[in-house]
């Protein structure tokens, strides 16, 4: 990276909650950061709260499941913004369906949300990073990726799918000075869904005993800042309180 060049982080999955904890953290650290979803025009707020607070934030509206908008997205930002330090995948599909109604059609989604999408992502940004000898791809996982669970087959088999990817990814490009990780979020993340759909949990639980979305976000910032002597693969994340 040249002398004075703005760094860049990439986050696909800039959702209202986790995703945009996670690009405020890196912009409130002067990087630039180029935001991407699905419907680019729900990136509004977000751009403007993190201009406002002083950084520079893009928004991309692109569907990470999609070959060419993937490519695309990665040759935009590279080109008209910067190179891509850090990358952050942040696409999950937590649904639940007994295996008897889980039709081919949600099965073949929840799997291209989860692990065809982090597929894609992982590899357009790698190529760029390979070519400048160093980088940063971090991975949000969750107990799925880990434990499968009843009613969870699809989600479980995806997220499954995409740590058995950043596993091989770090594998083959750790020694190429480039840091990949994935990160087992174990356990609700505080958003206005989860409290409305879990209000019993938030009533018995303590102030601290759900996952703070910019507490999470201070450790996607920790693994970038890591030095290379002792990188972490994998992180898992959970609330002092849950059972595990």
Known sequence: MASGEKKVALIVGAGDSLGAAVARRFAANGFVVALSRRHGDKLAGLVAEIEGAGGQAHAFGSDARDEEQVIELVGSVENDIGPIEVAVHNIGANVQF??????????????????????????????????????????????????????????????????ALAQSMARELSPKNIHVAHIVIDGPIDTPFTRERFPDLIA???????????????????????????????LDLRPWVEPW
Request: glycine share 12%; aromatic share 12%.
């Open 98 to 163: 007994g295996i008897t109604e889980t039709t081919t059609r949600v099965f073949f989604k929840v799997w291209e949300l989860a692990c065809k999408s982090a597929f894609l992502v992982g590899r357009e940004v790698a190529k760029p990073m390979l070519a400048r000898g160093g980088g940063t791809i971090l991975f949000t996982g969750a107990t799925a990726s880990v434990r499968g669970a009843a009613g969870f087959a699809a989600f479980a088999s995806g997220m499954h799918g995409k740590r």
């Open 204 to 234: 018995e639980r303590p102030d601290d005993g759900i996952l703070a979305p910019d507490d999470i976000a201070a450790n996607y910032w920790n693994l970038y800042k890591q030095p290379r002597s002792a990188w972490t693969h994998e």
